[in-house]
């Protein structure tokens, strides 16, 4: 069964620090992974996906590594804003469709 | 634009009422639509696959006469909570998959439907 984790659940920044946001699953037989943002109350938006086959992916501030054989990725926020604080979570597709998410890392990002 | 509209986003409602959930897949016709639950400050928990057609697949320990699945068109997925009680308030979300969902595309989410049960 795919498990996935993600380091740390909560991080708080000040504004202009760069951030590294860890995920980790147990079976590396992924189809891709994909990181969400998710703000309170509301669904989730997807940010960056990586295919099995690839190593990063990059979108503006974003940037978001794979390590498929170690089953683990991070997702690098670059020059944080206020406007980045939110629930973070990844999730890996495996058979099918199905998305199997981590709990989720929550960031604030102060002024 | 959104791919996945879900509908309502908020329902208060009183204990023992049924509610149902739409979700629609805009851009392309889903023979899969997922649900998913979440409890405040948790993941996303995946309850059942919604299949064109025929039975949706329930995971281990979701009651399937609870929540009641119907996928009968290839753009409509709804969710009913059957006679509902507080410990069902939570946010219920779809998502699209299946055919036309290629392995690398990203997956898209409604907004989510915020359930509470007084």
């Known amino acids: 069964k795919q498990e996935v984790t993600q380091i740390p659940a909560a991080l708080s920044v000040p504004e202009g620090e760069n951030l590294v946001l860890n995920c980790s699953f147990t079976?590396?037989?992924?189809?891709?992974l994909q990181w969400f943002r998710q703000d309170p109350g509301k669904g989730l938006t997807s940010l960056l996906l990586?295919?099995?086959?690839?190593r990063e992916q990059t979108s503006g501030r974003l940037n978001a590594s794979l390590d498929k054989s170690s089953g683990r990725s991070t997702l690098y926020i670059a020059a944080s804003q206020p406007g980045d604080s939110a629930t973070y979570l990844c999730?890996?597709?495996?058979?099918?469709?199905?998305?199997?998410f981590g709990e989720g890392t929550q960031l604030t990002v102060n002024p | 634009g959104a791919v996945v509209s879900q509908h309502p986003s908020w329902v208060i409602c009183k204990s023992g009422t049924s509610v149902k959930i739409e979700c629609r897949s805009l851009?392309?016709?889903?023979?899969?639509m997922f649900w998913y639950r979440q409890f405040p400050k948790q993941s996303l928990m995946l309850m059942a696959t919604?299949?064109?057609?025929?039975?949706?697949?329930?995971e281990q320990g979701v009651e399937k006469d609870k929540f009641l699945i119907n996928h009968a068109s290839l753009t409509l997925s709804t969710l009913t909570v059957t006679s509902a009680h507080p410990e069902d308030s939570s946010f219920y979300i779809c998502?699209?998959?299946?055919?036309?969902?290629?392995?690398?595309?990203?997956?898209?989410f409604g907004d989510g439907t915020r359930l509470s049960i007084l």
């Open positions: 999730a890996v597709r495996t058979s099918g469709s199905r998305l199997t």
């Open positions: 079976d590396s037989a992924i189809y891709n």
């Open positions: 990586i295919q099995s086959s690839q």
């Open positions: 851009d392309f016709q889903a023979t899969t």
């Open positions: 919604s299949n064109e057609g025929s039975k949706a697949t329930y």
């Open positions: 998502s699209q998959g299946g055919q036309g969902l290629g392995d690398n595309q990203p997956q898209h």
